[in-house]
Nanobody
Framework: VQLQASGGGLVQAGGSLRLSCAAS????????MGWFRQAPGKEREFVAA????????AYANTVKGRFSISRDNAKNMVDLQMNSLKPEDTAVYYC?????????????????????WGQGTLVTVSS
């Protein structure tokens, strides 16, 4: 599966952005999806994930209550709604896909279980 992330940009602190990830192919529904981010000089970190069926999600503590992940299997899309943005949310955001598997909230946060990655979209939050 090929992934294309979009929706990044420059926003003031407290503002909102919605990232989208478009997937190619007819088997999108077979993949659990995740969002990760990498800030300058830092390791890539987990942001959010959603199970293939859409009825289970997981979030990093740093974004819980502010970000919301959703998916539309009919449109091959996964979105990340980001509200109450902070300067520390500034990063390149990546969407990722892994073959559907038993949901495990520890493993789903591990970037190494994902098989496919998009190219990233830059989010800059100004103070």
């Amino acid at each position: 599966v090929q992934l294309q992330a979009s929706g990044g940009g420059l926003v003031q602190a407290g503002g909102s952005l919605r990232l989208s990830c478009a997937a190619s192919g007819s088997t999108f529904w077979r993949y659990d999806m995740g969002w990760f981010r990498q800030a300058p000089g830092k390791e890539r970190e987990f942001v959010a994930a959603i199970i293939w069926s859409g009825d289970r999600t997981a979030y990093a503590n740093t974004v819980k209550g502010r970000f919301s992940i959703s998916r539309d299997n009919a449109k091959n899309m996964v979105d990340l709604q980001m509200n109450s943005l902070k300067p520390e949310d500034t990063a390149v955001y990546y969407c990722a896909a892994r073959q559907m598997s038993v949901w495990n909230e520890y493993r789903i946060k591990n970037q190494y279980v994902y098989d496919y990655w998009g190219q990233g979209t830059l989010v800059t939050v100004s103070s």
